[in-house]
């Protein structure tokens, strides 16, 4: 293998210097500090100290004499800044000031660094926006006032925090260097004794830049960058950029040659460049790469997988062949990526949603269905809070509920997730989740295995929550749980599960940044799309472009010439190469094939060897099979039971429609999922309607219908209907929202009914009401059936009208005349189109059946959106189209004909050598 740069160096180190005790050494990172501690001790032949190694961030602290703090801290820090600053009566609260405060810092970080005039700048930036602001007026809106107010505050803001945190001794990345360069002079002196390298740079801010020269014309110091001389040549070549602008500006280049630039570039590589459709596939692929690598070399030594987009850490790590026996990672597993992130974001949407000790049925569902919440509840338990919500159609549910339902053992986790955030001050709050994290400790340690993996996530929680515990104790901030929520999702981005392991041995997976200065004979480099290797346009700044341009602060170019040079580097040395990039990308995460791949294939050096392939899965061709379930013994006896108790029209027509369906829920007695109805479903606005009918219309059987009696009713419509909500939609709220529009609906149905009836009564027509929801159920014989078979059904109405008996389904749904009229009587056991008919056939069958009369009857449905239409009636033609005679009266005859398609039709079920298919819906 090619000689990797920090060997290169530490031979340097070694050859030039006779101790290494006064030697200080800086690297971009501390995994980079690690391998040259490696390097330089296979170098040594003897006992002696060993040189100091830091990293960049580390030796800027110590320059400074100020301690670097976390992002959460410094916008603590400046949150009380802005309350001084600003009169109270326009004070936000923290979630809404952190918004904007973050990106703030991000420009205070880049003006630091870049030792830009924060005045200067600032005032810059203030008159813009007023030349900016959308208005000639001379009188300018409030609105306009505040945001030409908040532009001249930004350098305030900047001033007063600048001065906080030098009183407290810490600050952020860009205060640290300000604070530095004061120091430089200063630690330089102090320092004469000692050698100070500084390896494997690229991209350096101007605070770095002045440290750097600084060293080098009054200490003994040297650089050595870590560069192909192939792009210092190439004047476009990106990787190269900010290299050949310190050969151009620094005035120790006038004397000094550049130390060391590689030649390896250009030398001979094999490179893969591969599409992959999706992320999980390149996991995958890359799965497959190793297995087939290890089984070529017999291990994984000097190959490096590292992740342009590190959300694939999961899928990558999941994707890992067997023989993979060892694997060192640097990239950490981001908290909101672990299980528990998902169950505390629940438990803290419970405590933002409550309701007057109420909480929303969806998130308690969301709650319960978490696996974590397993740990906290017994199975039993969550399954009968589940059923209580649906069975009780509950949209809240209230403390007290929950509490009865939950064992007593089981109270204490119940009292840590379900509280009342208008009695409990943020702190009680995060005391109960750490609490929590206690409890779930419990329940893993006491698992018959130890699961470790869980205890370390419950840990970093742990900590994370005494982390927000300290800091609102020190600076009282969160005052509410929406800024809690909000702090604690932007903690779980920064905050990651560091894995342990051994950076000098077997496979090597981190991310782009981690692989800084790191030199492996084979690379396998995923996500490689627009967007992600380079990250694209991103502009969180409050500076435009222009300014940015103008004071020298870096714009997307300088970003890209960065992703540029660490793709490039981790190519220089490497022997065999794997460029894999998703064919499919995702909206928002990056877009077409990287600029990188089609410049490696442009640049067509004599030596690389390309191979680009487009990597899809192997699909196996299915032929769609229907469903076909055979019958037996057992479920013709199944059938046989059903027979007895009696077949419904719509489950015969059900299995007209599909015999699956008719299987699954007539035999298998597999209902639909029952759900709480938030909104009011179509099923119950009808059973309400329906019910309100019969109760209204029930005192009336036996009678005619008077316009006196349309009159009474029409009065009772309200009432009759509130209880019917009350009692059909039980839980739910329908005085808001699309609920009380379901309500107003059901009353409109109901009084549009009794209108339609005013206007048949107006026409002449003489109505008796016989009887409502009136229940039938028929015996049928079949030759060859030995067995009880029924027909059962509800018929809605049965009214008398000029000495006709009607029979009327009520529908709240939609249907047309078309819909009930028939050409050929096996038209309704063939399509199940014709299902209204075959219905109303089989209530007019089993009303003859019953009474056994001579008169003449109708069969019919009135639909509630179809009013104009009257009753639609059952119809039989002579033939389609045009110039059909139609019959409306259902003679014996109509009867005998659709007693013979019922009971070919009843048959047929029995039939054992005809299976259930399925058909195509």
């Not at 830049?209 to 990106?238: G, M």
């Not at 005494?466 to 609102?472: E, G, M, S, T, Y």
């Not at 409109?748 to 159920?777: D, H, M, P």
Request: aromatic share 12%; hydrophobic share 40%; glycine share 4%.
């Amino acid at each position: 293998m090619v000689k990797s740069f920090i060997a290169e160096i530490a031979s340097e180190i070694i050859n030039t210097n006779t101790t290494l005790e006064n030697v200080v050494c800086i690297l971009p990172s501390k995994r980079a500090g690690t391998f040259l501690k490696n390097e330089l001790l296979a170098r040594t032949s003897k006992t002696q100290f060993s040189p100091e190694i830091t990293s960049i961030e580390n030796f800027i602290e110590e320059l400074a004499s100020i301690k670097l703090s976390s992002n959460l801290t410094v916008l603590f820090e400046f949150y009380e800044v802005y309350k001084q600053l600003q009169p109270i009566e326009e004070h936000e609260n923290f979630y809404t000031f952190s918004k904007w405060a973050q990106i703030a810092l991000q420009d205070f970080n880049e003006i630091d660094r870049y030792l830009i005039d924060s005045e200067k700048i600032f005032g810059y930036l203030s008159s813009i926006k007023e030349l900016n602001h959308w208005t000639l007026d001379k009188e300018k809106t409030v609105l306009q006032k505040q945001y030409l107010k908040f532009w001249d505050q930004l350098g305030a803001y900047y001033e007063a925090l600048h001065n906080r945190l030098k009183k407290n001794q810490i600050g952020y990345q860009g205060f640290v260097y300000r604070e530095a360069i004061e120091n430089l002079e200063h630690f330089i002196q102090n320092n004469l004794q000692k050698k100070f390298y500084f390896i494997g740079f690229n991209a350096l801010n101007n605070a770095e830049s002045l440290i750097f020269q600084e060293f080098l014309s009054t200490a003994e110091t040297e650089v050595f960058w870590d560069i192909d001389q192939s792009f210092i040549d190439n004047k476009e070549h990106d990787a190269g950029l900010f290299i050949r602008r310190y050969l151009k500006t620094w005035k120790h280049f006038n004397n000094h040659p550049l130390k060391y630039p590689s030649s390896h570039f250009l030398e001979e590589k094999n490179i893969s460049i591969i599409g992959v459709p999706k992320n999980i596939g390149q996991a995958n692929y890359v799965g497959g790469i190793l297995e087939n690598l290890h089984n070529t070399q017999g291990h994984l030594k000097s190959t490096a997988v590292v992740m342009g987009n590190e959300s694939l850490l999961t899928p990558i790590l999941n994707a890992l062949p067997a023989s993979v026996t060892e694997a060192n990672i640097t990239s950490g597993l981001p908290l909101e990526e672990t299980p528990i992130a998902s169950f505390f974001y629940s438990v803290l949407n419970i405590i933002e949603k409550e309701d007057g000790a109420k909480w929303y049925f969806k998130d308690v569902l969301n709650l319960f269905s978490n696996a974590i919440t397993r740990h906290l509840f017994k199975d039993e338990n969550i399954e009968k809070t589940t059923s209580f919500i649906h069975q009780q159609n509950l949209v809240y549910i209230s403390s007290d509920q929950l509490y009865d339902l939950i064992s007593e053992e089981e109270h204490q986790a119940l009292s840590n997730i379900f509280i009342s955030k208008s009695t409990s001050s943020i702190d009680k709050v995060i005391n109960k989740l750490t609490d929590l994290c206690l409890i779930l400790k419990k329940s893993y340690t006491e698992l018959e295995e130890r699961n470790t993996i869980y205890l370390e996530y419950l840990y970093r929680f742990y900590a994370l929550f005494n982390q927000l515990k300290v800091l609102n104790k020190d600076y009282n901030t969160i005052n509410d749980i929406r800024s809690l929520k909000g702090i604690y999702n932007e903690l779980l981005v920064k905050e990651s599960i560091d894995f342990q392991g051994e950076p000098l041995q077997g496979l090597q997976i981190m991310g782009v940044l981690e692989s800084r200065n790191l030199d492996f004979e084979t690379v396998i480099i995923s996500s490689v799309n627009e967007g992600i290797l380079p990250s694209g346009k991103s502009n969180n700044s409050f500076l435009p472009f222009d300014i940015k341009v103008a004071f020298g602060l870096p714009t997307y170019k300088e970003k890209d010439a960065i992703y540029t040079y660490h793709f490039y580097r981790l190519l220089q040395r490497a022997k065999n190469v794997y460029l894999l990039y998703n064919t499919e990308p995702d909206v928002l995460e990056g877009g077409e094939k990287s600029r990188f791949l089609l410049q490696l294939a442009l640049l067509g050096q004599e030596k690389h060897h390309i191979n680009e392939v487009i990597a899809s899965p192997l699909v196996e061709k299915k032929s769609l099979k229907l469903l076909e379930i055979k019958k037996n013994n057992l479920l013709i006896d199944d059938l046989k039971a059903v027979a007895a108790k009696g077949f419904s029209p719509s489950s015969l027509t059900n299995y007209v429609r599909n015999p699956i369906d008719f299987y699954n829920q007539t035999i298998l007695g597999i209902k639909e999922l029952e759900e709480v109805e938030e909104t009011v479903a179509a099923n119950t606005l009808g059973t309400i309607v329906h019910n309100t009918l019969e109760t209204l219309y029930k005192p009336l059987e036996g009678s005619y219908l008077t316009l006196a009696h349309l009159e009474s009713m029409e009065k009772e419509i309200d009432g009759t209907i509130t209880a019917f909500f009350d009692k059909e939609y039980k839980g739910g709220d329908y005085s808001r929202g699309k609920n009380l529009i379901s309500y107003h609906i059901a009353k409109r149905y109901v009084a549009n009914f009794i209108a339609f009836e005013k206007t048949r009564l107006a026409s002449g027509q003489q109505i008796k009401i016989l009887a409502n929801e009136i229940y039938f159920k028929t015996a049928i014989t079949i030759d060859g059936l030995n067995f009880p078979i029924h027909l059962k059904g509800i018929v809605d109405r049965v009214e008398e009208v000029d000495g006709v008996i009607n029979i009327i389904d009520y529908k709240t749904g939609k249907v047309t005349q078309r819909d009930l009229e028939i050409v050929e009587w096996s038209n309704l056991t063939d399509d199940y189109k014709y299902s209204k008919a075959f219905q109303v056939l089989c209530y007019a069958y089993m009303m003859s059946k019953k009474n056994g009369d001579a008169k003449e009857m109708q069969a019919g449905i009135i639909s509630f959106k179809n009013l104009n239409e009257g009753v639609l009636k059952f119809t039989k033609k002579d033939k389609p189209g045009r110039g059909a005679v139609k019959q409306h009266l259902i003679t014996s005859e109509f009867l005998t004909a659709f007693e013979i398609q019922l009971k070919a039709l009843i048959i047929e079920l029995f039939n054992e050598e005809e299976s259930f298919l399925e058909k195509e819906v």
